[in-house]
């Protein structure tokens, strides 16, 4: 019995985790926020008057006093220490598409012996980790090691949990001891003043003179695949590359449809049930769980909270998901595509704006035609996604999500916005200069006497679009499953803000020439859309027909990372970042050089260890399997034996000169070092077609060896044994 036969045996025998929570003796509605310094325990442990500055900073953006920052710490400290916390952090979001933190004590040593618990306004403030190890893009030299982090307000503090205690996280930005960014939060922090300063333009021109404050609200829908861990471990390419180099299709993927929104298995939901639990303490408000369309592939959406906010709650989640994980013997797989020739895991990115008196600018109403505020920032995004689609492509640009994009589920490399019927009328009568008729949107009479009318969205849902428009907001679902949303929602706020001061601009050079602030609107709204409705789509972005017309359109069609991230480097994007204050030149320059290098490494590594596992496992259970047949062919005179031993020494040979090439090809590769667009050209073009050489008699292999002699487990076992 092999290693895979064993692992199976022993998951056969497995039952469910036993549930930690009783939710019987704690509710839920108690259990929600625990773990969290939330407005509700604010109020109760600090001063009135900290309190309400406090919030007029969450809610509003004003500067918070430093005074109030000491009684704020110490409230902050008492809370954590009563809760059983020993340590607290500042948690930052690197450019590392993970999370960092770095644990002190609250503990004070006296002169006489003893220690006391103590946290300050200045150590909440600001820390100070060493920035040399992080990624920088050339910002930073290695020997210059002083990074700051800073305390953001906006976002709650928060205890996480562990087997030997809790530890209070601050969430922090985390930038250079020279001031620029060396995080994902700061730029979004940024961005988010820029959207709140154009989008306040727009609304005072419109009339709307009480709102204050305009953020955006994100809920991000999270897909991710569970294997068993003991197939996990058996798999080297999973452990170092979070996604398999080898597996023969099975004879059964997701062919039935049987799997999405089917019965969730016990030990799946007991996964499921304890994930949300741990949530609900961090104050994460999820809401919906279920399988996905793949075998093994399943869902977690949280509702909407302010961007930042779900920003931060994403990344815990992606943590949590990995820890609970372990808990049941599972492994959480969050890349794009962990397995060949089934359904990719995105993150689909629901995007809006709202005002600070609760009103979404996104919302249609009951008469779009009629909603003028709805109708200019509609305008004001489809100008923003036609002028800067090639940003968005590039905000989620990675190794990972090339193997994704355009296939299944996934959103082609072609960035496009989806209106549905009823809009895209609503736009095309508004260039045409007519009213249009009228038409009743309220509701849809399903045809079932015994259910009652259900209320009818303004569009249906367009799963192939990459930028949708879903009610009262937009969908970017190109956005990957392991990907830290910070960078795409960066992106986004950053082309909305700068589509947003282009209308302003112009409805205010409009109205200083004379024109009445109704005709100007209705002018620039006019004209915006006519010079930007090429980027709108309601067909099936998959055809090779909308590929035709988006190329006759002049869409841009960024096929890979390699080519989507020179956009970074294009004059007029650094115009843009630098001109709505998210990036300067440098940063940006940054971030584009540490992106090639992630694609680089990623690439790197896998070619590794696609060699290393052909070489050392593939390979010698091939070569075996053809000795036993040989001998079996001699001793016992087989005609059978001899035939089969053909197909498996001819798919050997091509193994074995797949990986001559792919060696060769990997130091064609390294010759490029130094010159990092270089270096992932020769990645794209030459190490990972060698890959796929290698895989294909890999997995050619796989279908005629012996079963007893494959050593590592297939797809008929990860996808469907758990």
């Not at 995004?381 to 002028?387: D, G, H, M, S």
């Not at 843009?576 to 998210?582: A, D, G």
Request: net charge neutral; hydrophobic share 40%.
């Amino acid at each position: 019995m092999n290693g895979r036969q064993k692992a199976i045996r022993a998951i056969a025998g497995l039952q469910p985790v036993a549930q930690r929570n009783d939710y019987v003796r704690k509710p839920l509605t108690e259990l929600y926020g625990e773990n969290v310094f939330n407005l509700a325990v604010m109020r109760k442990s600090l001063p009135k008057k900290t309190f309400d500055a406090l919030v007029r900073t969450i809610e509003h953006g004003e500067r918070l006093d430093p005074a109030h920052a000491d009684v704020i710490a110490n409230g902050m400290k008492d809370w954590a220490v009563a809760r059983g916390a020993t340590h607290y952090t500042h948690w930052f979001q690197p450019m590392t598409g993970s999370t960092a933190e770095k644990h002190d004590a609250f503990l004070a040593y006296t002169s006489d012996g003893r220690a006391i618990n103590e946290f300050s306004g200045k150590f909440l403030i600001q820390g100070e980790p060493d920035a040399s190890s992080f990624p920088s893009g050339g910002i930073r030299a290695t020997f210059e090691a002083r990074g700051y982090t800073a305390w953001d307000p906006t976002s709650p503090a928060f205890l996480l949990e562990n087997g030997t205690g809790r530890t209070l996280c601050i969430p922090t930005a985390f930038c250079s001891w020279t001031g620029e960014a060396l995080d994902e939060k700061t730029p979004l922090l940024r961005s988010l003043e820029a959207v709140n300063r154009q989008a306040l333009r727009l609304l005072h021109l419109l009339g709307n003179t009480t709102a204050r404050r305009v953020t955006t609200t994100v809920g991000p829908e999270q897909e991710y695949f569970l294997v068993d861990r003991r197939f996990y471990w058996l798999r080297p390419d999973l452990i170092n590359a979070g996604r398999t180099l080898f597996g023969a299709r099975p004879p059964k993927g997701q062919e039935m449809e049987d799997h999405y929104f089917g019965s969730i298995r016990p030990r799946i939901l007991a996964f499921m049930t304890d994930v949300e639990a741990e949530c609900y303490r961090l104050g994460i408000p999820v809401k919906t769980r279920h399988n996905e369309v793949s075998p093994a592939q399943f869902e977690l959406a949280p509702i909407f909270e302010r961007g930042n906010l779900a920003t931060d709650h994403n990344m815990l989640v992606m943590e949590t998901m990995r820890i609970v994980a372990g808990r049941h013997g599972l492994h959480c797989l969050l890349h794009e595509k962990p397995f060949a020739g089934v359904n990719g895991s995105g993150k689909h990115n629901n995007w809006s704006m709202t005002d600070d008196t609760g009103n979404n600018l996104l919302d249609p109403g009951q008469t779009p035609e009629e909603n003028a505020q709805f109708i200019v920032f509609l305008t004001s995004v489809i100008r923003a996604v036609n002028q800067g689609g090639a940003v968005l492509r590039a905000s989620i640009a990675s190794a990972a999500n090339d193997h994704r994009l355009g296939a299944n589920e996934a959103p082609p490399a072609i960035i496009s916005v989806y209106l549905g019927e009823h809009l895209s009328k609503v736009v095309a009568d508004l260039i045409a200069g007519t009213k249009g008729a009228k038409r009743d949107a309220s509701h849809i009479d399903i045809g079932v006497s015994a259910l009652p009318s259900l209320p009818k969205d303004a569009s249906d849902r367009n799963r192939t679009s990459p930028f949708a428009f879903t009610g009262n907001k937009f969908e970017f679902r190109a956005v990957g499953a392991s990907q830290a949303i910070a960078r795409p929602n960066t992106f986004l706020n950053t082309i909305v803000a700068d589509a947003m001061q282009g209308m302003a601009d112009e409805i205010e050079r409009e109205t200083a020439g004379g024109k009445e602030i109704l005709a100007a609107i209705q002018k620039v709204v006019t004209s915006t859309l006519a010079a930007n409705q090429r980027v709108i789509f309601d067909g099936d972005n998959y055809s090779k027909e909308w590929h035709a017309e988006a190329e006759k359109r002049g869409l841009p069609n960024l096929r890979n990372t390699v080519d989507a991230l020179e956009v970074l480097a294009d004059p007029k994007v650094k115009d843009l970042f630098r001109r709505q204050e998210v990036f300067t030149d440098g940063e940006i320059a940054s971030r584009r050089t540490i992106y090639l290098e992630n694609y680089v490494k990623t690439v790197t590594i896998e070619a590794s260890i696609s060699s290393a596992i052909a070489r050392t496992q593939i390979l010698p259970a091939a070569l075996k399997y053809q000795r036993f047949l040989g001998e079996t062919s001699q001793v016992a005179k087989s005609a059978a034996a001899a035939k089969i031993i053909a197909p498996v020494d001819e798919w050997s040979v091509k193994l074995a000169d797949a990986l001559t090439r792919l060696d060769a090809a990997r130091t064609d590769a390294d010759a490029t070092h130094g010159d990092v667009s270089a270096h992932a050209r020769a990645c794209r073009d030459k190490v990972l077609p060698a890959m796929d050489a290698v895989r294909e008699a890999a997995d050619a292999l796989e279908r005629i060896v012996d079963d007893e002699l494959w050593p590592l487990p297939k797809y008929r076992e990860m996808l469907f044994v758990y």
